[in-house]
């Protein structure tokens, strides 16, 4: 097992264009987090998912937000009409149903020039 | 509302233990997590306390929860410059949450 893995680590994008980022979590991990991260802060809760259902969305989470995991492996965040407010990293998560041991990867890098 | 607060620095010595503390409002966390976090890196799982525990040691790793208090710390021995990283504490009602972390700096 290769741990939680994300695509892509870094994106560069203009104001106001599209971005998705995906997440690969451990393999029978049937809970999926996804966080947001600035410089200096800690991270902060986004959404998560058990399985393909989406179960809490933060109020972060505005209507440019939307976030899947159609299938309950693989999960894509899609951020549309990016704002510089956006840059962040976006680090996702996973665990089993038992949730003891939640794994991070390694973040996905978003600015927004 | 669920909050989560530690120091935000923490300086000492190759060799000597470092303390981390934690404080925390959430007292319906079933687990509480230590994350290291190194610079531009994700999150890395150091350990985690069952909210059941008072106490869980894992090699140099010491942690020690008072639920009474809300209050969590991990214990490093023999730090050393590779234990240079952001420390949090996250615990665990539902979802991670997560404070500021506290930024531990060895100095040799």
């Known amino acids: 097992d290769t741990g939680v893995s994300q695509d892509p680590r870094h994106k560069i994008t203009k104001r106001g264009q599209n971005v998705t980022f995906r997440c690969d979590p451990i393999?029978?991990?049937?809970?999926l987090y996804w966080y947001r991260q600035t410089l200096g802060q800690g991270p902060e809760f986004l959404t998560y998912?058990?399985?393909?259902?989406?179960?809490?969305k933060s109020r972060l989470l505005s209507d440019r937000f939307s976030a899947e995991r159609p299938k309950g492996s693989f999960s894509t965040l899609e951020i549309q009409r990016t704002e510089q407010g956006d840059s962040a990293m976006y680090l996702c998560?996973?665990?089993?149903?038992?949730?003891?041991?939640?794994?991070f990867g390694e973040g996905s890098w978003l600015t927004v020039v | 509302g669920e909050d989560v607060e530690q120091s935000l620095f923490l300086s000492v010595r190759e060799g000597d233990s470092s303390v981390i503390n934690c404080t925390y409002t959430?007292?319906?966390?079933?687990?509480l997590y230590w994350y290291k976090q190194e610079p531009g890196a994700g999150l890395q799982l150091l350990t985690y306390?069952?909210?059941?525990?008072d106490m869980k040691q894992d090699q140099r790793l010491t942690v020690l929860l008072n639920k009474k208090d809300k209050h969590l710390s991990l214990r490093i021995a023999d730090t050393q410059t590779g234990d240079s990283a952001i420390y949090f504490c996250?615990?665990?009602?539902?979802?991670?949450?997560f404070g500021q972390g506290t930024e531990l700096s060895v100095k040799p």
């Open positions: 998560a996973s665990s089993s149903e038992l949730g003891n041991t939640i794994y």
């Open positions: 393999s029978e991990h049937n809970r």
């Open positions: 998912f058990q399985n393909e259902a989406q179960l809490e």
């Open positions: 959430d007292s319906s966390s079933t687990y």
């Open positions: 306390i069952f909210s059941n525990m």
């Open positions: 996250a615990p665990l009602p539902g979802k991670l949450i």
